[in-house]
């Protein structure tokens, strides 16, 4: 890395870059780099410009996809990659991701890992969201893996 990170739009030909990230996370979410739906879903949201992307250069370093439904915005699949993570990534993207939120959005909500998760430990994901003014609320359905989920929540 060079500095120069800048949050951004996702694009299609960051499309190779994401599925590199989903490779360094399968083994908390589950396959995602050899299914094509996974694919399908990432350019779909790259079409859509619901992805955004941590880019230093063309080095797409972390990821965020997006889902507005006002008055709910959803949060998917944020990523950064390992060599970056404590850098600042995630909580840029989680920033610009609010600041584009329509203006009849009210709420907030990402699925991350359940307490007894190793991902909610190991990767910080639970501590990650909290920081940022989210709390937990209901369970969530299980991950493609099988471990548990959770919903967190925070009122804009």
């Known amino acids: 890395m060079d500095g120069t990170v800048q949050v951004r739009t996702g694009r299609p030909a960051d499309a190779a870059g994401l599925v590199r990230l989903a490779?360094?996370?399968?083994?908390?979410?589950?396959?995602?780099?050899?299914?094509?739906d996974f694919h399908a879903?990432?350019?779909?949201?790259?079409?859509?410009g619901s992805a955004l992307v941590a880019a230093d250069g063309p080095a797409v370093l972390g990821g965020l996809l997006v889902g507005h439904h006002p008055?709910?915005?959803h949060l998917h699949w944020l990523v950064v990659d390992a060599a970056a993570r404590g850098l600042g990534l995630g909580r840029a993207l989680v920033a610009e991701a609010l600041s584009r939120c329509p203006a009849e959005v009210r709420t907030v909500e990402v699925v991350t890992f359940g307490a007894d998760h190793p991902g909610a430990v190991v990767g910080g994901a639970r501590a990650f969201y909290e920081r940022l003014g989210f709390s937990p609320a209901e369970a969530a359905a299980p991950g493609p893996e099988g471990g548990s989920r959770q919903v967190y929540r925070r009122a804009l």
């Not at 996370?25 to 299914?35: I, L, N, T």
């Open 23 to 36: 490779g360094q996370v399968e083994h908390w979410f589950g396959p995602m780099v050899g299914e094509p």
């Open 41 to 48: 879903a990432v350019a779909r949201q790259l079409d859509r």
């Open 71 to 73: 008055p709910v915005c």
